[in-house]
């Protein structure tokens, strides 16, 4: 017996999947963040200032849920369907029974896919690799960068930014429109201070923000930004050179030492950091993974230990921009040392020169 009304079991189907994604967001949203402040009135959920937006942050929650809760029905469905179809015999009505619920579980999974697949092409930048920020009281790294000081000319790292005045100091806690800021060698006494900056993208980055990244960064800052380029552009900043060198995204860093073009695009940023002019500012989407690797070359280069470099690493878990883990920096650093012998090694395979190596210790080396 064939369903009379398939636009109804159609709607049936997602009106299911709809009402629990509703409930299970209901159910997990509390303990998705600490508490924040919006015009007095607490949320639990997101930022409510003009550095980020909330729609993203709860359109995000929200298909990370209907993706679990698709998975979860899919199976549930397709093992139902299977017990009926195994017990039916010559049941026609239970074989109808069967094949109805197999007809639901692959419409809402098309539908679900096509959902996902649309809101990604249509959404300028894309929807799934873009830096959301929750609401967080609490920052355990130091949040305090210095405004480089020098002879006041910008001719080099040390060189002051515009409008520089002797003790200023940028927080990073003021920079909102732009997320896991620091500098680079905040964690350790391998880097020098002020030359080396990382952070997540800053396409979000407001007037007030560009301006005070302009005092931070100084004259003749370089801006690599290691994004793909179908994301968002950066907000201008005055007196900042920005080079685009995308790299592909990644978790896993171990791509970075086998893939070709990862290797390649590499090798670009590191030479175009150890000749620029300044400051360096480098980041991705996040500013955890693509970034956390060419930070941690730069400290290998330098010659951190792995304890120094995982440390700096591992910051970004503190900055609400999403995760990293362990093993996803050792499986890169192992990959390297396997088929190279050692991360400097490495570093030479995918084109840097002595020379090059040189100049990254030079530039960047406390």
């Not at 003009?50 to 729609?55: A, L, P, R, S, V």
């Not at 005092?215 to 201008?236: F, N, Q, V």
């Not at 896993?252 to 090798?267: K, N, Y």
Request: overall charge positive.
């Amino acid at each position: 017996m064939q369903h009379k009304y398939p636009s109804r079991r159609f709607g049936s189907a997602l009106i299911v999947l709809a009402l629990f994604a509703v409930l299970a967001l209901g159910l997990i949203s509390p303990t998705t963040a600490q508490a924040a402040t919006c015009d007095k009135n607490e949320t639990v959920i997101i930022e409510c200032g003009d550095d980020t937006n909330g729609i993203w942050a709860i359109l995000l929650i929200v298909i990370n849920v209907m993706t679990a809760g698709v998975g979860v029905l899919a199976v549930l469905g397709i093992v139902y369907a299977s017990i009926l179809w195994t017990t039916a015999e010559d049941k026609a009505d239970q074989l109808n029974k069967a094949k109805g619920i197999i007809t639901n579980v692959v419409i809402g999974l098309v539908a679900f896919l096509l959902m996902w697949a649309g809101l990604n092409f249509i959404v300028p930048g894309g929807v799934f690799e873009r830096n959301y920020s929750f609401a967080s009281k609490t920052n355990t790294v130091d949040s305090t960068l210095h405004i480089p000081t020098g002879t006041g000319d910008g001719s080099g790292p040390t060189g002051s930014g515009p409008d520089d005045k002797s003790g200023d100091k940028v927080s990073t806690d003021q920079i909102k429109s732009v997320n896991n800021l620091r500098d680079a060698s905040a964690s350790n006494n391998v880097l020098k201070s002020g030359t080396l900056y990382r952070s997540a993208q800053l396409s979000k980055l407001t007037t007030k923000g560009a301006e005070q990244m302009a005092s931070l960064l100084g004259k003749k800052a370089t801006i690599i930004d290691l994004r793909m380029p179908s994301s968002a552009p950066d907000k201008a900043i005055a007196g900042a050179k920005n080079v685009s060198i995308p790299i592909e995204g990644i978790l896993d860093t171990t791509p970075m030492v086998t893939d070709p073009q990862r290797r390649s695009q590499l090798a670009r940023a590191l030479k175009t950091a150890a000749n620029a002019p300044a400051t360096v500012h480098v980041h991705c989407v996040a500013g955890k993974d693509r970034t956390g690797w060419f930070v941690a070359m730069v400290m290998y280069a330098n010659g951190a230990t792995d304890a120094q470099v995982m440390k700096e690493y591992l910051l970004s878990n503190d900055q609400g921009v999403g995760v990293v883990k362990k093993e996803w920096l050792t499986n890169g650093v192992q990959a390297a040392r396997n088929r190279h012998g050692s991360v400097l090694n490495y570093l030479k395979s995918i084109g840097l020169t002595s020379g090059d190596i040189n100049s990254l210790k030079n530039k960047f080396g406390a």
